[in-house]
């Protein structure tokens, strides 16, 4: 049964974005399995898969009102330590999973299995107990909510979003709008999660100005001369500060084949940042 278990915590973290929570229901899962009668389960993994994803739903559905400072983000990953290099490749890149909470829990239980794990139609029907066109259904208005998104995770190891990254990290340092700007799209989104604990400065900005400006005043209020660290989380570039050995915030960006900037997600929850430590 531990041969099945990366594939579980995959799908959980996928429709939940907590890594945590996503070894909690696996684990629960795979407990409720062990005292099971087995009589009538002919395929021990599609029940497994059928029990995790359908546990994963529930999940969602019950905690899909998230009262935090600023927009709810997914839980980061580093995927490089021993334990979560186990779902590095099948995990989506950040930006889907952020994009992924628009969804209803089947519609992204559906989205995944079919673009993440190449299930069929009649698989994914058999799976969450719907019918094919349901699940062809489900797979549309998702895919209309998800911007043309791939699921498979980008090559971001590359010298231009290397070179975005030290460019973000030295306009910012010096304040500079101007040179904030350069990077930036036209309209670039930066969005905050303070979690439960932490009041962000705003919660949304959008537009290369106005991004640039907010940015420029939490460096000079917040960021200035604080060590920082560059990092790979979901398959994307990432600087972390650091305050008394612990990070403070970390900048997730979403960087286009250009080295043009998308995207910033802020994390400040306390919560998720000690997990990247």
Known sequence: ?????????????????????????????????????????????NFLIKSTINHAINFKNRHSKKMVYGEWHPEPLSLENAETKLIKEQTTRYTLLVLLERLTGKERAVYILKEGFDYSHQEIAEVLDITIENSRKLL??????????????????????????????????????????????????????????VRVVKAVEVGKSATATLLAYV??????????????????????FWRENHIYNCH?????????????????????LKKLM
């Open 140 to 197: 549309s208005r998702a895919s209309k909510q998800l911007q043309d998104i791939r699921y498979t995770p980008d090559h971001i190891d590359s010298p231009i979003h290397k070179e975005t990254l030290t460019k973000y990290q030295k306009a910012l340092s010096e304040g500079s709008i101007p040179m904030l700007e350069e990077l930036l799209v036209n309209d670039i989104r930066l969005s905050a999660d303070g979690g439960q604990r």
């Open 1 to 45: 049964m531990q041969e099945n278990y990366r594939q579980l915590l995959t799908y959980a973290y996928n429709i939940t974005g907590s890594y945590d929570d996503a070894q909690d229901l696996v684990q629960d899962v795979m407990e409720k399995y062990i005292s099971l009668d087995k009589t009538d389960i002919r395929n021990e993994k």
């Open 252 to 272: 997730i960006l979403d960087v286009d084949d250009q080295g043009m900037i998308r995207e910033i997600y802020s994390i400040v929850d306390p919560e998720k």
């Open 219 to 240: 460096q000079q209020q917040f960021l200035h001369h604080k060590p920082y660290t560059f990092h790979i989380f979901n398959h994307q570039p990432a600087i972390c």
